[in-house]
Structure formats: structure tokens, C-alpha cells
């Protein structure tokens, strides 16, 4: 099959939209798939094109099999909603006009968060006269009114006709939670076309390993319990509440929290670590691919938070299963929702009210003094892991491909 799927996200960024798609694409190539992936130059979250590339109008590489074309757009920080809008829609505008020209594929694949890369994929699935599928990862743009960075508004519900008529297009709709095609069904959306593909984890490059006592001795870590948050600092992640558990702990000199990553709430949480002169706490910027999971080695639990907003009741994060995969236990701060259930279906950590520093704080220092426990969380995970397998689930998003095509 050929495979022309457009996102603004991709490799070498390390976002989970750039993750999933590189990992599914590899194993569509491994099975004999021509692979098209019509991106940008990377430059998340930062708003930074990084080292080694360019933001030009047009660009081809090959990246492990799979055809990436990069082409120009407008770039800034992942933060402030208009100019955002202008990157957004500078990607659906570069990337449609690109995708035309490309050898004419079997099924045209867009991704959200933001839709207007989908967009961009519906137009080029109508002048190419081939079927358009949308990867659903996001319920966009209820969750950017969660977080604040749009009020509700006529934009909004703007955005909402078009997110709707979007799934009208659709062939077919890859959703990354059973949450999420519920609640498109609810809104009238086909059961038949929608599948859900939960997000996975790359079983060879996540696994379970002993701390690099160098590395640990390079972060001032040694004879910690490490506390770790490693991902995007994003406005939906509430890493202030994170900061005020961290202080609440500031007295156990066993305890010491870890942030990893960049974003739009950066800024906040190295600012907070300084204004609240807390020794506890270690922040780094994003660190390369290749360097992510000896780092999370190092982390005797991981914190995955969000905020207490109804939106993130239907929201996974993808870095619970790279948790399970490495025998990580975790602590979830999440609205109860079906992240929860999974962590509570697998025994693979404890769930806490969001945005709850008191309930946060408890639940890492009763992690800190149980290792039994601990044990009990990472057995479970361990044994979780192959079920999210990253193969397993490129495998049944290939399947949605095929069912999409199918009914040419």
C-alpha cells in the first residue's frame, strides 16, 4: 500500500505525535508499505528549527525507509494561541500544496491535535481522489479550552463545525481512546468508521535496566528516590502543582524530583524551582531520542499529571505505557477517567486527585518508603507492557488503512 500521511510533528522531535507516527510507519515499511510523511522542519516545542536542519520550502530525506518531505512554514514556540494558528495554518497550506506532487498514494492519513493538518489531508484526499483517514489524538478544541488558552467563543465554535464536518469526510477515524469514540458517537458521528488505536511503546527501546550511576552522579541524583517527570512541560500538564508537592517534601533528603523536557510552561517550573530556592528539585531541557531512556532509568516512579478538567477524563498519556515497559511504577494525577482505570487494571501504580499537591506529596513519599510495593507496580507493568506493544498497534492501524481503501 502506499501511505501518504501529513502531521507537523516528526522525528527527530520527541513528542508522542512524532513518536507514533515514526514507529507505525517503520513497521508499515518493514511489511512492504511505501511510506510518504509530509511534515515540517522540527522545531517542538521550542519554536527552534534544531541543529543540522533548515526551514526551507521543500526538502526530501529518507529516514529509516519512510519518504519525508519537509516543507516551509511559520514557526514559534508551542505557546500563544494566534501565532500558533499561523503555524498551524502555514503546515496546512505548505503541506497540501506538497502532498499534490507526490506519487499518488492509496490512502491520504492527517493527525490532529490541531486539525488543520487534517484539513490539508481531506484536501489533498479530495484532489487526489483517494480516501482520507483522520487520526483522532486529541479532542481539539475542547482541550485548549481546558487549559485556558482560548475562551469559549465564536472561534471556538467555529472550530467545532469544522472539527465535525471533518468527520464527516472521513472514511475512516483512528481514535487513540474508547473514550474518544464514544464520545464522537455521542455527537453522531458512524460507529461503524471509527476504531481505536491506543498509543503503544517500542518494547526495544524501552525495557527495564539498572541506573547509570555516572549519570546519576552527573545529576547530583545518587542515593535518591527520584521523582520523574519527563516529557513536554505543556499548559495542560499543571507542573505547578508538581513544584508545590516537591516542596511540601522538601525535608526528605532522600526525595529528590526530576524534570525533563521543554514547552510552554518551562519558563514557569524552572522559575518556581528558583523562587522557591527548592535543592530537591533538578530540571533539564529536552534531551535527545537516544538519551531518554537511560534517563527515565533513573527515576523510581514517574509523575503523570494533568489538569482537573473534564476534557482529560478521556486522555491517555503516552507516557504511561513507556512507564510500564521500563517496570516504572506511577503516580497519576489525572480527572478518573480511562488513563486511571488502565492504571488501576494493571496494577501498575496509584492514582491521586489532579492538581493536588497534599494528595501528590503523600503518594510519593508512601512509594519512597514501600519497596515492596513498588516491586508489586513494576511486576505489573512489566507484565502490561506487551499488550501496548508498538508493533501490535501499527498493526491495527494498518487494519483501519485497509478497511479505508477496501471501500474504494
Known amino acids: ?242 513544584i508545590d508537592a516537591a516542596e511540601l517534601l522538601r525535608n526528605r533528603d532522600d526525595i529528590a524530583f526530576l524534570f525533563v523536557g521543554s514547552g510552554a510552561a518551562k519558563g514557569q517550573v524552572d522559575g518556581l524551582i528558583r523562587d522557591k530556592q527548592l535543592t530537591n528539585v533538578r530540571s533539564l531541557p529536552r534531551q535527545a531520542k537516544e538519551r531518554v531512556p537511560a534517563i527515565s532509568a533513573l527515576c523510581d516512579t514517574a509523575v503523570i499529571p494533568l489538569r482537573d478538567s473534564p476534557v482529560f477524563e478521556s486522555v491517555i498519556p503516552s507516557k504511561l505505557f513507556e512507564c510500564m515497559a521500563m517496570g516504572t511504577p506511577v503516580v497519576m494525577a489525572l480527572p478518573e477517567g480511562e488513563a486511571t482505570g488502565l492504571v488501576r487494571e494493571y496494577g501498575v501504580g496509584v492514582c491521586v486527585p489532579p492538581e493536588d499537591p497534599e494528595a501528590l506529596a503523600a503518594a510519593v513519599q508512601d512509594l519512597a518508603d514501600s519497596p515492596d510495593r513498588r516491586i508489586g507496580f513494576r511486576d505489573g507493568g512489566l507484565a502490561a507492557a506487551p499488550v501496548f506493544a508498538r508493533v501490535r498497534q501499527a498493526q491495527r492501524m494498518r487494519g483501519s488503512l485497509d478497511a479505508a481503501v477496501d471501500r474504494i
Open 1 to 242: 500500500m502506499r501511505i501518504l500521511f501529513l502531521s507537523d510533528n516528526f522525528p527527530p522531535e520527541t513528542n508522542a505525535p512524532a513518536t507514533r507516527l515514526y514507529e507505525h510507519a517503520v513497521e508499515w515499511v518493514r511489511a512492504g508499505d511505501e511510506v510518504t510523511v509530509i511534515t515540517c522542519a522540527p522545531n517542538f516545542p521550542e519554536g527552534k528549527v534544531f541543529p543540522g536542519y533548515r526551514n526551507r520550502w521543500y526538502s526530501v530525506e529518507n529516514v529509516d525507509g519512510i519518504r519525508v518531505v519537509r516543507v516551509k512554514t511559520f514557526i514559534t514556540a508551542n505557546e500563544g494561541f494566534v501565532k500558533r494558528t499561523l503555524d498551524y495554518v502555514s503546515f496546512m497550506l505548505a503541506g497540501a500544496a506538497a502532498a499534490v506532487f507526490q506519487k499518488r498514494p492509496d490512502v491520504v492519513v492527517a493527525t490532529s491535535p490541531q486539525f488543520f493538518a487534517a484539513v490539508g489531508g481531506w484536501l489533498v484526499s479530495v484532489l487526489r481522489r483517494r480516501p482520507f483517514v483522520f487520526e483522532l489524538r486529541d479532542l481539539w478544541p475542547a482541550s485548549i479550552v481546558a487549559v485556558g488558552a482560548l475562551d469559549q467563543s465564536r472561534a471556538v465554535r467555529v472550530l467545532e463545525r469544522l472539527e465535525l464536518f471533518l468527520y464527516g469526510r472521513a472514511r475512516r477515524i483512528v481514535a487513540v481512546t474508547e473514550s474518544f469514540r464514544k464520545d464522537l458517537i455521542r455527537r453522531g458521528v458512524p460507529e461503524g468508521k471509527i476504531d481505536v488505536v491506543r498509543n503503544g511503546v517500542d518494547l526495544e527501546r524501552f525495557q527495564s535496566a539498572e541506573p547509570d550511576q555516572s549519570l546519576a552522579q552527573e545529576l547530583d541524583l545518587e542515593g535518591k528516590f527520584v521523582v520523574g517527570y519527563v516529557g513536554t512541560h505543556g499548559m495542560a500538564h499543571a507542573l505547578e502543582k508538581v
